[in-house]
């Protein structure tokens, strides 16, 4: 079981920046692939980004690419996810999560594993 620990949440205006942190403990060595989804109240859940193990292949949703990167840190058992040019529909409960398996562009939610409890984001216009 992998242990995650999401920071870095706040609120900001339209246009301001963030960068959230996913700490990772327990059985990290398999910790494959990690991403990032995020719900909205009264919305599903929806992917927002993944990475894979070496972090040298990512995929983002339509809706921010260009605008947040993501990125990782074997060494310290770190993801992160740099979100720039925030808008208002960004605003959610953002969630990273690890699968056991290998990276693909089109990977479900129902693939990866453990979750974290999720840092909120609040993009005021």
């Known amino acids: 079981q992998v242990q995650l620990v999401e920071s870095g949440g706040g609120l900001v205006q339209a246009g301001e920046s963030l960068r959230l942190s996913c700490a990772a403990s327990?059985?990290?060595?398999?910790?494959?692939?990690m991403g990032w989804f995020r719900q909205a109240p009264g919305k599903e859940r929806e992917f927002v980004a993944t990475?894979?193990?070496?972090?040298?292949?990512?995929y983002y949703a339509d809706s921010v690419k260009g605008r947040f990167t993501i990125s990782r840190d074997n060494a310290k058992n770190m993801l992160y996810l740099q979100m720039n040019s925030l808008k208002p529909e960004d605003s959610a409960v953002y969630s990273c999560?690890?699968?056991?398996?290998?990276?693909?562009?089109?990977?479900?939610?129902?693939?990866?594993?453990?979750w974290g409890q999720g840092t909120q984001v609040v993009v005021s216009s």
């Open positions: 990475i894979s193990r070496s972090g040298a292949l990512t």
């Open positions: 999560a690890v699968s056991s398996s290998n990276w693909s562009e089109t990977m479900s939610a129902t693939t990866f594993g453990s």
């Open positions: 327990g059985r990290t060595r398999s910790t494959y692939t």
